[in-house]
């Protein structure tokens, strides 16, 4: 009797110890296709990203080199103020350039669909690369920060020459004949606006170049993880 005992309790312990094995097999089989199945959808979210966020960096390109053409001009008058020689022997229509180029102020509008469908339904957790996660989940407050300055050129420069520009008309018999440009020149909203975009264009740019630094960065650690 002892011998069968023993027998049966052998074969239990047996039974038991293949059921706990079946058992972990069947969850290290769903663990694998659950991590096969996140990582497939971590993928095809990635390479949706990748194409947001070299779009963006394009259009943030192109507002970079359009204020660095602003800045620049904005230099060119702060040293034509100084030069009335230089204001009198120049061509009204170059004048009219140098204002034009330099009043360009993109407003850089970044298309977010994807990172604010991420975050908002929490796939962004789901990204196994913790410093990408950090970094789209702190963009908005880069593009935020990056944007300040030229949103104050914006408003100030619309108050600037609704001032100057009044000046500027050539009224013949009670009506406008045209917009004498050169009028600017000793107007001193105009030398402000000129000042404007100088120093503020300026400290918007760095800001500008850094947020296209860290763009270029997200979209580094995006192609490593799809290359995985």
């Not at 950090?134 to 030229?150: G, K, Q, V």
């Not at 000042?195 to 960065?217: P, T, W």
Request: hydrophobic share 40%.
């Amino acid at each position: 009797m002892e011998n069968k005992t023993g027998k049966y309790l052998k074969y239990a312990i047996g039974e038991i110890i293949l059921v706990i094995i079946g058992i972990l097999i069947a969850l290290s089989i769903n663990n694998w296709n659950t991590n096969r199945k996140l990582k497939s959808e971590e993928q095809n979210l990635l390479k949706d990203l990748r194409v947001e966020v070299k779009n963006n960096i394009d259009v943030l390109s192109t507002a970079i080199n359009e204020h660095e053409k602003s800045y620049a001009v904005a230099q060119e008058f702060k040293s034509l103020f100084k030069d009335r020689d230089a204001f009198n022997s120049m061509p009204e229509s170059s004048f009219v350039d140098m204002y034009y180029k330099m009043n360009m102020n993109w407003t850089y509008d970044p298309n977010k669909g994807i990172l604010k469908s991420m975050i908002s339904s929490g796939q962004i957790n789901n990204l196994s690369n913790k410093e990408l996660k950090y970094l789209l989940a702190s963009l908005e407050d880069i593009i935020i920060d990056a944007l300040e300055d030229t949103m104050k050129i914006e408003k100030w420069r619309d108050e600037l020459i609704t001032k100057f520009i009044y000046d500027a008309h050539v009224v013949v018999d009670g009506k406008i004949e045209r917009i004498e440009f050169k009028r600017l020149y000793d107007n001193p909203d105009f030398r402000l606006l000129a000042v404007l975009f100088d120093e503020v264009r300026n400290d918007g740019l760095i800001e500008e170049r850094k947020l296209k630094k860290s763009m270029n960065h997200i979209l580094e650690l995006i192609e490593m993880e799809i290359k995985k």
